[in-house]
């Protein structure tokens, strides 16, 4: 059974950088089958596609965050990271990590979550 | 952007009920729309994929059906886990979006 789990740290600094990392087990992220990407949740408010990494380490950002986002993967540990820079309350969110089908496109497995908040 | 919309944004139902969610689309998308249950504490799950398209392992009283920029999501004879908060998503053109999502409580 597929699993991903997002760590890094619950409080950030506003101008400081987001960093988060899932760790996925019971599937690899070399597989061409999928990409693996970030959504978020802002409290009280809908759900944001953050953006992907494929297999063979191409990247796909939503153009509303393309200038702060940073996603890679480090295949040796099965992880991939996200970073997002000079971050304000509004990235105050939940973000989650999840697994989206290259055929198809849904997202069908996803992280429990963890929330960050940015204040000082 | 695509913009989804859902609604109602919220609904009140009894164990047992069946229970329609809709969801349109500000463009054509033609059946590129997922279904997600989100759960407090827990990680979201996929109940339909491609409108109509069950995932593997959600119980069948989960419907979708539409296509083009309508469509909708059926919970024939609502169990007590259902109650939970619904979300469409396109994933037709990138940025992949939302709807802002269907709280479903208990009556």
């Known amino acids: 059974q597929l699993q991903l789990q997002e760590s890094g740290p619950g409080l950030v600094k506003p101008s400081e950088t987001l960093s988060l990392t899932c760790t996925v087990s019971?599937?690899?992220?070399?597989?061409?089958?999928?990409?693996w990407g970030w959504i978020r949740q802002p409290p009280g408010k809908g759900l944001q596609w953050i953006g992907s990494?494929?297999?063979?380490?191409?990247?796909y950002y939503n153009p509303s965050l393309k200038s702060r986002v940073t996603i890679s993967a480090d295949t040796s540990k099965n992880q991939f990271s996200l970073k997002l820079s000079s971050v304000t309350a509004a990235d105050t969110a939940v973000y989650y990590c999840?697994?989206?089908?290259?055929?198809?496109?849904?997202?069908?497995?996803w992280g429990q979550g963890t929330l960050v908040t940015v204040s000082s | 952007d695509i913009q989804m919309t859902q609604s109602p944004s919220s609904l009140s139902a009894s164990v047992g009920d069946r229970v329609t969610i809709t969801c349109r689309a500000s463009q054509y998308i033609s059946s590129y729309l997922n279904w997600y249950q989100l759960k407090p504490g827990k990680a979201p799950k996929l109940l339909i994929y491609e409108a109509s398209s069950l995932q593997s392992g959600v119980p069948s009283r989960f419907s979708g059906s539409g296509s083009g920029t309508d469509f909708t999501l059926t919970i024939s004879g609502l169990q007590p886990e259902d109650f939970a908060t619904y979300y469409c998503q396109q994933s037709y053109n990138t940025p992949y979006t939302f709807g802002r999502g269907t709280k479903l409580e208990i009556k």
């Open positions: 999840a697994r989206r089908a290259a055929v198809g496109r849904k997202i069908d497995y």
């Open positions: 019971g599937g690899s992220i070399s597989s061409s089958s999928y990409y």
């Open positions: 990494i494929f297999y063979d380490g191409s990247t």
